[in-house]
């Protein structure tokens, strides 16, 4: 008689979990269904609060802005793209090596004459970089009043774009 008692109540202890079980599949997949509609009404709420882009016309490719008497920084940053100035850009070999010094853009409107091609030898000569110094960066600090060429190593993007928006052009030089 006792093992009638151990296979009943083991049959009985399987059909328990069976139970148990399938009920908690059950709530597990009402539990998801829910947390799945609860997850769409929030996505369908962004997606009522996103505007729609207004069509855009087509624009016309940029052009380089007529030359400019003076220009600062940031009236240079506001008159042209970054990738237009960089379009723009001559590049020369001749690079030089060695220690590299940094020259303002205001201090060579200050230092050469409209027309000028200024090169690293001529920033050395007006003292406005040492003597040891074998290349050159070109910052934009200060104004620029007068259309010159400039041949450096490097420059900042502002300093590219002064220099070509007053009539001047930009030659960086290579290896």
């Excluded at 201090?107 to 110094?133: W, Y």
């Excluded at 400039?150 to 420059?155: I, M, P, Q």
Aim: aromatic share 4%; hydrophobic share 45%.
């Amino acid at each position: 008689m006792s093992v009638v008692i151990i296979i009943f109540i083991i049959i009985a202890s399987v059909f328990a979990l069976a139970s148990l079980s399938y009920v908690t599949v059950d709530v597990i997949l009402e539990i998801r269904a829910k947390r799945k509609t609860e997850e769409e009404t929030v996505v369908e709420q962004l997606v009522e609060e996103v505007p729609e882009e207004p069509e855009m016309e087509e624009e016309e490719p940029e052009s380089m802005p007529e030359t400019v008497d003076h220009i600062s920084a940031e009236e240079a940053d506001a008159m042209i793209s970054d990738s237009l100035a960089l379009g723009s850009v001559i590049y020369e070999s001749g690079a030089g090596h060695g220690k590299q010094g940094i020259v303002n853009i205001g201090d060579i409107n200050d230092a050469f004459d409209a027309g000028a091609v200024v090169t690293v030898s001529d920033l050395k000569n007006k003292n406005l970089i040492p003597k040891a110094t074998g290349r050159v960066k070109i910052l934009a600090h200060g104004l620029l009043e007068k259309p010159i060429t400039v041949k450096a190593e490097s420059y900042s993007v502002q300093a590219i774009k002064m220099i070509e928006l007053t009539g001047g052009k930009v030659v960086i030089l290579k290896n």
